[in-house]
């Protein structure tokens, strides 16, 4: 009787290797598409967070709302600052990037290049006779050019803030 293997052996032992090879491969694409999903998230999650913390710091560092009136709603916001170098700072939304101008100055990027701002609003909610307080719509989602599923994400931010009484 010779050694060996029978063909149907050697066609079975290779279905189950490349078998269990297919599911390591499926496990590792999920787990790359898995961080590239968690990184989509991080980043549109940490600009979003940071660019309404730095508005809604100018917000209530402002001695009064310029832009829009009482009652109104628009996609800039201008405030009266009390330091001629920052009067007026306005904030606003230029081919998806949140930018904030103070003063004569340069207007400055508060979004990175990775992610867009899709939508942008501020609203003035000030009573009268009160310093004055403005709620902030912004959506931000990722920047995908090549469309992957895994780089699309999109989260809608809300936050106000009232200007503090000096």
């Known amino acids: 009787m010779k050694r060996g293997f029978t063909l149907i052996e050697l066609i079975l032992y290779i279905a189950i290797v490349g078998t269990i090879l ?4 499926a496990i590792a694409l999920n787990i790359l598409f898995g961080k590239a999903k968690l990184t989509s998230v991080e ?7 940071m660019a309404l913390e730095t508005v809604s710091q100018g917000i ?3 001695e009064a709302v ?4 009482s009652g109104a709603s628009a996609s800039s916001l ?14 606003d939304l230029s081919g998806g990037v949140l930018r904030v101008t103070e ?10 290049a990775d992610v ?3 939508s942008l609003q501020f609203s003035n909610v ?17 920047t995908n050019p090549e469309n992957r599923q895994e780089y699309a994400f999109e989260k809608t931010f809300y936050s106000s803030a009232n200007i503090r009484k000096k």
């Open 22 to 25: 297919l599911a390591v491969g």
């Open 43 to 49: 980043e549109v999650s940490q600009n979003g967070r």
């Open 60 to 62: 209530r560092d402002a």
């Open 66 to 69: 310029n832009s829009p009136a």
């Open 78 to 91: 201008s405030l009266r600052m009390a330091d001629a170098a920052k009067n007026p700072t306005v904030f």
């Open 103 to 112: 003063g004569a100055g340069a207007a400055i990027a508060l979004t990175a």
């Open 116 to 118: 867009t701002v899709t």
């Open 126 to 142: 000030s009573y009268a006779a009160t310093p004055g307080s403005v709620r902030i719509r912004m959506a931000v989602k990722r």
